[in-house]
């Protein structure tokens, strides 16, 4: 279970890294009087095309958005829910195997292999119920991220559109593709504004 608590605290660092890509058609041709021309204007419209290219820092997205936030903390819950019920069956199961020491020398051979069978019996449905609660787990946590992800790209496609964006990169100084990036291309902090008024718009509709 430990293992899985990590998987999770992993997910909830490298979550919310959102692409919205407009193609760019470029027409080559080659010609003699024209070519300063077409240089000129193929230069101007590139230049044009990179100043629509933005970012999301997708730390500060998975540090303040509310929504990913309340997911993280209701799987981190559930995970130390199920440590704590898995620590406890295992105590239970610990002090049988003591006890079942203790008076192991007073015991009939039969009664002894009958024990130890149940022991074991035992001792494998602790095993199956760790199995079955972790891929519960990663489960739930595939399914809820992916929710988070699908709410952040379609927010981000719209967003896009709208202001005339040709890209919008991630960034993440744990994961760091994007190594420079100017502040003034820095949108996350609308898109976080944009994303939590809807979130909560969401929440309030629910509980009505």
């Avoid at 293992?3 to 890509?21: E, H, I, M, N, R």
């Avoid at 996350?188 to 718009?201: G, M, P, Q, R, S």
Wanted: hydrophobic share 30%; aromatic share 8%.
């Amino acid at each position: 279970m430990n293992k899985l608590f990590t998987t999770v605290t992993k997910v909830s660092l490298g979550v919310a890294l959102a692409f919205a890509a407009v193609s760019c058609n470029q027409n080559a041709k080659t010609g003699n009087a024209t070519t300063g021309d077409s240089i000129a204007s193929a230069s101007s419209s590139t230049a044009a095309k990179e100043e629509k290219i933005v970012y999301i820092n997708s730390d500060t997205l998975s540090e303040k958005y509310e929504y990913f936030k309340d997911i993280r903390a209701k799987l981190e819950a559930k995970v130390k829910k199920a440590q704590s019920d898995l620590q406890s069956k295992g105590q239970a199961f610990q002090r049988e195997v003591a006890e079942y020491q203790q008076k192991a020398s007073t015991m009939s051979a039969s009664d002894r292999q009958a024990t130890e069978e149940k022991l074991a019996r035992k001792q494998e449905e602790l095993g199956r119920l760790d199995q079955n609660a972790s891929a519960s787990i990663q489960q739930d946590e595939s399914t809820e991220f992916n929710n988070v992800y699908n709410t952040i790209t379609e927010y981000l496609k719209k967003h896009a559109e709208d202001n005339g964006y040709t890209l919008v990169l991630t960034y993440s100084k744990s994961n760091p593709t994007v190594l420079y990036a100017d502040s003034k291309l820095d949108i996350t902090a609308n898109v976080i504004d944009v994303l939590n008024k809807e979130y909560k718009d969401k929440k309030a509709k629910e509980k009505k």
